[in-house]
């Protein structure tokens, strides 16, 4: 999908198998966002997803991606999970 000339396409943004891992075994969708340093993702129940967003599989999970990030996104990596998140 283009949206003001930017390719919002799920299809081109992979997800990290560690990122995948991550979210299936928090067993929730989460949502990529605009942070003051950068994309960071957050559970939805932190963030809910917007009509906007773009969708992306993570295993049997859903990633919601910001339509503001995802024309800047290639790949989902654990490097934009907030440190306080991770075991």
Do not use: H, N, W
């Not at 283009?2 to 396409?9: A, C, F, K, T, V």
């Not at 997800?15 to 075994?25: P, T």
């Not at 599989?57 to 990596?77: E, V």
Request: net charge negative; proline share 7%.
């Amino acid at each position: 999908m283009m949206q003001g000339g930017r390719d919002l396409s799920p299809e081109r943004i992979t997800v990290s198998e560690d990122v995948v891992s991550y979210v299936e075994g928090r067993d929730c969708d989460f949502r990529v966002c605009t942070s003051c340093g950068g994309p960071i993702l957050l559970p939805i129940a932190v963030k809910s997803p917007k009509y906007t967003d773009v969708q992306v599989r993570a295993g049997r999970r859903t990633i919601y991606i910001s339509m503001y990030q995802a024309p800047y996104l290639d790949t989902i990596g654990m490097e934009m999970v907030p440190s306080y998140y991770r075991e």
